[in-house]
């Protein structure tokens, strides 16, 4: 059996699909570390860290700002289930900013029964969507 010459890359929240098109190759913030696909990659399940995520489609790179969930790996498809995945193009910077000065707000003065761990999530997310937003910009 020939090898697939792409990847079918779907990206889905609970609420709504997100991307869905043939690329050339995906990278992904797994729980374990980054991981790359290329089409015919062996099959594999992997679980999701909030991070950037990216996808060529010839000479051209998409980012998305994924936050947990599951990687699902085929020879020719990946399928993400994220439960937040935002394109780069389609991040607010100045929510995104906002949200990363609340989250430095509660980690710097921590109320009595502050969920710290919620709390550097929080800080994370934020930091993560700043950082993708900003390569689309640095696209343009």
Not at 23 to 39: N, W, Y
Not at 54 to 83: K, M, N
Not at 86 to 97: N, S
Not at 108 to 117: K, Q, S, T
Request: aromatic share 4%; proline share 7%; with cysteine.
């Amino acid at each position: 059996m020939p090898l697939p010459d792409h990847l079918t890359l779907t990206i889905v929240t609970p609420d709504h699909a997100v991307v869905r098109r043939e690329v050339d190759e995906v990278k992904a913030p797994g729980s374990e570390g980054s991981f790359g696909v290329l089409p015919g990659h062996t099959p594999f399940l992997a679980s999701l860290q909030a991070g950037e995520l990216w996808y060529r489609c010839g000479q051209d790179i998409s980012h998305v700002a994924v936050s947990f969930g599951f990687a699902e790996v085929l020879p020719d498809s990946v399928t993400i289930l994220a439960d937040v995945a935002e394109p780069a193009e389609t991040i607010d910077i100045h929510r995104a900013e906002s949200a990363r000065e609340r989250a430095r707000s509660r980690l710097d003065l921590p109320e009595p029964n502050l969920d710290f761990g919620r709390a550097r999530v929080a800080l994370r997310k934020s930091l993560v969507r700043l950082e993708v937003a900003k390569l689309a910009k640095s696209k343009a």
